[in-house]
């Protein structure tokens, strides 16, 4: 089964007995626990292979700061069985050619070692290592077999949390692509409009500019860009760049390299590489410095970045959606943001319209968000009068789309009843526009006919957004016709 979407199927998700993650480290620290005492151990540790780097999953003995950088460890024992497979003992590491001018060796007095190679699929994804500092007799050459058998059970558990942090992740983003595609509401003209444009670039990795006021629902759209195209899988990282210090701004999207400035206390990755092969989303674009705008542009031309203080480059594949509540275009007529940036942006742009630009959408939106909160608090879902419902399209609601998602959150939890009434919205406006000297039939037209106007004439799309019958909208409508219509 798959459930349709704007611009793809979202795959159902299933369930299946899954054992906890927090049960495989256990299992992970049992091992390690079992090994340093049946070994007679010093120190203990499991390590695995993370890319390029080291990384100690769980220790015994170590202090934190060790376990992080293996410093007090044997890297050069730990590479050697890495980069062969093949299982390393060493009675007397000082005495060892191999090993005894290795700095760990000689500065902790580490005597007998024995490390083990972790495989999954004939591939070597860690070690298990374990180290005396007071017996040079503690480890033998049957104890390869034993450590082994270790070995085999951790890499078992290991690979198993992996999938699970796969799994997880990818459940995460299902989660997420659900709720970015339920919360964009809309049968309006203008509505549909932006999904047509979206449908034409969702698949793609052109950069797309989102325009349209505060509230209208850009980083929805980015979200659902991002999660119903191809680079699902991978990350979806997002920036607010209004109002942020040119360099803490800097340092978030590019990173930095240690002692680079004070505070720097160690390197740091940037928004852009944890982005590298997904979606980054830059909220209010327009707003970013003349030097953040000339580093952006070299990420969009050349797919490199460079962090703070650092000589080296660093490449990235990054789809670029930006949003601003400005024109940008006057942006640049202004002199304040550059213009071939603006191009590289603005491949294809898409306009959110404002609320009172979709009026249209107002019930569809409202009843939405009432199903929310009837989820939300396992209660029945209220509904709105007529006159709360005509106070609603009658305002002209600057804050769109998240102003009356808060106006129905608040009068659903201040009214007491099951049907919302004007004084329950706290909009004075609305409230006096709603209040005027018109009968219960004068609003009944007022929003049908405005609905009608909003969805282009369709009737067919007017009864499925006022949610009454077709029948019944013929029968309104004949109603109300004047003479000579």
């Known amino acids: 089964m798959a459930e349709k979407t704007l611009g793809g199927v979202i795959p159902t998700a299933t369930t299946s007995t899954v054992i906890p993650r927090q049960d495989i480290v256990r299992l992970r620290d049992t091992l390690l626990d079992w090994a340093l005492d049946m070994m007679s151990a010093d120190r203990a540790a499991l390590i695995h292979i993370e890319g390029s780097a080291l990384k100690v999953v769980a220790s015994r003995n170590l202090s934190d700061e ?5 410093t007090d460890l044997s890297t050069s024992v730990v590479r050697q069985v890495l980069g062969t497979g ?3 003992l060493t009675h007397d590491a000082q005495a060892d050619p191999r090993f ?8 902790h007095q580490i005597t007998s070692i024995i490390c083990v190679p972790m495989f999954h699929e004939q591939t070597v994804i860690g070690v298990i290592y374990l180290d005396s500092r007071r017996n040079r007799s503690r480890f033998t050459d049957e104890n390869i077999e034993f450590v082994s058998t270790f070995a085999k059970v951790a890499a078992l558990a290991s690979d198993y949390a992996k999938s699970y942090d796969e799994v997880n992740q990818q459940l995460q983003q299902l989660r997420q692509m659900n709720w970015a595609r339920e919360k964009i509401v809309g049968q309006s003209p ?14 793609s990795d052109i950069s797309v500019l989102l325009e349209g006021e505060s509230g209208t629902g850009k980083e929805l759209v980015a979200q659902a860009l991002h999660y119903d195209g191809p680079r699902r899988d991978r990350p979806f990282v997002t920036q607010f760049c209004g109002n942020l210090a040119e360099s803490l701004l800097e340092s978030e999207l590019f990173g930095h390299k240690k002692g680079s400035f004070t505070g720097a206390i160690s390197d740091k990755k940037g928004l852009f590489e944890i982005a590298d092969g997904g979606s ?3 909220d209010e674009i327009a707003d970013i410095s003349p030097t953040i705008q ?4 070299r990420v969009l031309q050349d797919g490199e970045i460079r962090r703070v203080g650092d000589t080296d480059s660093h490449r990235v594949n990054v789809r670029i959606i930006s949003a601003t509540n400005k024109s940008l275009k006057g942006e640049v007529e202004a002199g304040n943001f550059r213009e071939d940036l603006y191009y590289r942006l603005n491949v294809i742009s898409i306009h959110l319209p404002a609320l009172r630009e979709r009026i249209g959408d107002i019930p569809l939106l409202v009843n939405h968000f009432l ?29 769109n789309v998240r102003e009356l998602q808060n106006t129905i959150e608040r009068s659903h939890l201040l009214s007491e009843g099951d049907i919302i009434e004007v004084h329950d919205l706290f909009i004075p406006e609305a409230e006096r526009l709603a209040l005027k000297s018109k009968t219960l039939k004068d609003y009944e037209r007022d929003v049908v006919l405005r609905v009608l106007k909003e969805c282009g004439g369709n009737k067919t799309m007017t009864a499925e ?21």
């Open 66 to 70: 060790s376990a992080r950088d293996l």
């Open 294 to 297: 000339t580093k952006l542009l």
């Open 280 to 282: 980054f989303f830059l």
């Open 371 to 399: 199903r929310e909160l009837a989820h939300k608090t396992k209660t029945g879902q209220k509904r709105l009068s007529p006159r709360a419902m005509q106070a609603l399209v009658n305002y002209q609601w600057p804050g």
């Open 86 to 88: 093949v299982p390393l």
């Open 190 to 203: 203008k509505m549909q409009e932006v999904f047509n444009l979206m449908r034409r670039v969702m698949n």
């Open 100 to 107: 005894g001018q290795a700095a760990s060796v000689i500065l």
């Open 465 to 485: 957004t006022l949610d009454v019958s077709l029948r019944w909208l013929h029968y309104k409508l004949n109603e109300w016709k004047q003479p000579g219509d």
